[in-house]
């Protein structure tokens, strides 16, 4: 199958029909004129904005969850903001169909509308970046810049997002770190085709700074800095935002997933196949996979508190690598881990250790010799020096559940304790962690070959 | 028990009975005689002497070893020495009843007269130490400076020398390092008795030089030559030799050995009993230490070229240390190292392992990724770099096999053959390592508490 061919085939799966067209500009419609409704309805002073893939047309078929902006003016206090937001949200919601209270910077609702889901969020009404206060005032200039540039590559778009999700580099959240669709945007108006995109996978790297729209010219102070923040943190991509010179459009995103699309670009314009966009899943085995390795899965499962998954992950994480160092100054290699809200995986080399532990002295003909000399029960000499040894439990799960007991590892401050409560599991996840598992310990996630 | 009860019993059971004297000096008159005979016979220019314990008058009560060394006018070559003194050994060692060849720097003859070893070895006729021209050739000088000096302290010699053998201190051998007799001698004159001895044990150690001829001034320069030598390879005690100031006498000393003189003579000043001087034997089974400390015994069995120990067990340790090294290269651990001129004992940790092994390769965007890539099977993402894995066999055993017919250890240059060719044994023993493995797992050793 030629790179045409392929494309052509997967455009007959992601654009949208003319049906599903006239379904989404109904149904934008109809929001927006409820919204309005309920606006003067409250009397308030606020304007709704369409804002994400179905503002700028670059939506995949059957992908239609609606972003809906609320913005207030700038002289709004953030307090007001967040208060008559969320009342609007509530009262918007209850018309559309049902609702419920969703957390992030700030709460928000998320109501459902002919099966369809919408995001109510109120934010700032920003002419320009430098009236941005919150995280999400900028969707609108982002929308606004889109539409602006964007010149008839709507499909271009679709093909590069529909690859980076086939590919699994899709998703700026911060449990994937990949691509945005904004991300994706930039990169199609940027370098003109979805085929141009994918050539670029290595000078993009390489040239590692991308500014459409020339904020080194126009504001060098500033975009500098940006510039030299992010070089600092080893970012694999600049792309500094068309719309804010302060910001870095690719700031979430990891080495891993640039990583993914580096190969697979390559890979695809060599061997070109509708498998990169839809890829078959082949789940396998987990069990199948710890008896083929040779090696061992704990998994630790707990409640986590109730933060959202940028606040809630990252401790997680730190957790996860504070147990990890504890288990290896134990004896046990640890293989890999991994994690999500509530468990953590750690692939271990073995259930069981040796039943004592040396422990080196000093110098034995020193005062601290001495000492050493009458603290312990058996003591022998190893050249210049004491050394002596104790029986140390053997299983992991003993070990594992003392380094908890003592609380003897850094953790994320909110999440030890649940840690502590959790469960600890081995060579076996509750079903719903299956597919995880297998994920992990078949280094799935990251593969390349 | 007091201290002098002790000392009271101890002389009792180490003190030659008169009935033991005389055997030993009409022993020695008759081999004196023999030998006289033997040298007239061949019509040899040397002159027999008795050195070593007998001689002077040290021995234990039941030790009898007779050192009979031939010696030979300073004009003689050396290879006239070797044959000629060989030829004496062989005739003499027909006389005197059954005899065989023995190997140390020279070969020499060790026959067997009334039950009793006498070691015939051909040296010297030095007078001083500037003639000194083989290993052996200082024996004379010290026997005849020992009895010089002795002044009747001779008990005082044995009870240091049976608290060295019982505390497991006494032996200047190789594969022992610990206090020769001629040390124990020097010891006991330059202190005045075995109490004073024991006393010493800190001060000793911290003065580090013993100079009882006081060759510092006679021959400044080389006997600091001398102590910088020895202090450079860091030995716990430099004893100027009284015969020559180029030798420490206590330089096959080790620190192990010497910490056992060290704590076991405080403790005995502490609590004195005769359990020091004739301890009772508890060796242990080494399978129940093995079950308890819940680790692994391999042992390598082979067959050693017939080399003296001091050339032969110094290979045999480095060969441990190498494959030890291998070893933990390959992920087991060891916990400790023992060896004998037949075996090598290594304990470890566990017997399987993990069945993969984890190769961490290059960034990924570079040529060295790109090649990483293709020469892999198995490829993923962490972070900036790409990693692989292969796998590996997991039983120690299969393991130690690969190591040894790669021959992928550093090992000593005459063994390394007989140790690929040789046996491993996994948790088991013959019965004739059975209490050398009890004494290495239990590490009695060097134990001193």
């Keep these: 199958m030629d790179i045409e061919d392929v494309i052509a085939e997967v455009l007959q799966r992601i654009v949208p029909t003319k049906e599903e067209e006239n379904f989404v500009s109904t149904l934008m419609e109809e929001i927006k004129e409820k919204t309005e409704e309920t606006i003067e309805e409250l009397n308030l002073d606020a304007k709704p904005y369409f804002v994400g893939s179905l503002a700028k047309d670059t939506y995949l078929a059957g992908d239609h969850d609606v972003d809906l902006f609320i913005a207030f003016p700038l002289d709004t206090s953030l307090e007001e903001l967040r208060e008559k937001g969320l009342e609007l949200g509530k009262v918007l919601g209850e018309r559309l169909g049902k609702y419920e209270i969703a957390y992030a ?22 002419k320009n970046w430098k009236d941005v206060r919150t995280a999400v005032d900028r969707s609108i200039l982002h929308t606004h810049w889109v539409l602006e540039n964007i010149k008839g590559k ?11 999700k086939g590919i699994n580099a899709y998703g700026s959240e911060i449990y994937i770190r990949g691509f945005s669709g904004y991300l994706a945007e930039i990169l199609i108006i940027e370098f003109g085709s979805f085929l141009n995109v994918l050539e670029k996978s290595d000078f993009m790297l390489r040239k590692k700074i991308i500014d459409p729209e020339d904020w080194m010219k126009r504001e060098s102070e500033i975009t500098m800095k940006t510039i030299k923040r992010e070089v600092g943190e080893d970012k ?139 603290k312990n029960d058996i003591v022998w000499i190893e050249g210049k020096e004491l050394a002596s040894e104790k029986p140390i439990s053997t299983f992991i799960v003993d070990v594992l559940e003392e380094i908890l007991r003592k609380g003897q590892f850094s953790a994320g401050k909110n999440i030890k304790d649940a840690i502590v409560k959790g469960d600890i599991l081995v060579d076996f996840v509750p079903k719903e962690l299956s597919k995880d598992a297998y994920l992990f310990l078949s280094r799935e996630k990251f593969r390349v070959k």
């Design 236 to 374: 694999p991509l600049i792309v500094i935002d068309p719309v804010d010179p302060r910001r870095n459009v690719a700031a979430n995103l990891s080495w891993e997933r640039y990583g993914l699309f580096y190969f697979k670009s390559q890979e695809f314009l060599k061997e070109p196949s509708t498998e990169f966009f839809f890829p078959r899943k082949k789940i396998g085995n987990y069990l199948s996979a710890l008896r083929s390795r040779k090696t061992h899965l704990i998994t630790l499962t707990f409640n986590p508190p109730k933060l959202v998954d940028d606040i809630l992950l990252p401790q997680v994480e730190r957790t996860a690598k504070g147990i990890k160092r504890q288990l290896e100054l134990e004896g046990f290699k640890v293989l890999g881990y991994d994690y999500g809200r509530e468990f953590i995986f750690l692939e271990v080399d073995r259930l069981e250790r040796e039943g004592i532990k040396v422990k080196r002295g000093p110098l034995y003909f020193t005062q601290h010799g001495k000492r050493f000399y009458e």
């Design 105 to 126: 910077e700030h709460p928000y609702v998320r109501a459902e509308y002919k099966g369809i889901r919408v995001d109510i969020v109120p934010c700032y009404n920003v």
């Design 154 to 164: 709507n499909n271009e778009v679709r093909l590069l997002k529909r690859f980076l």
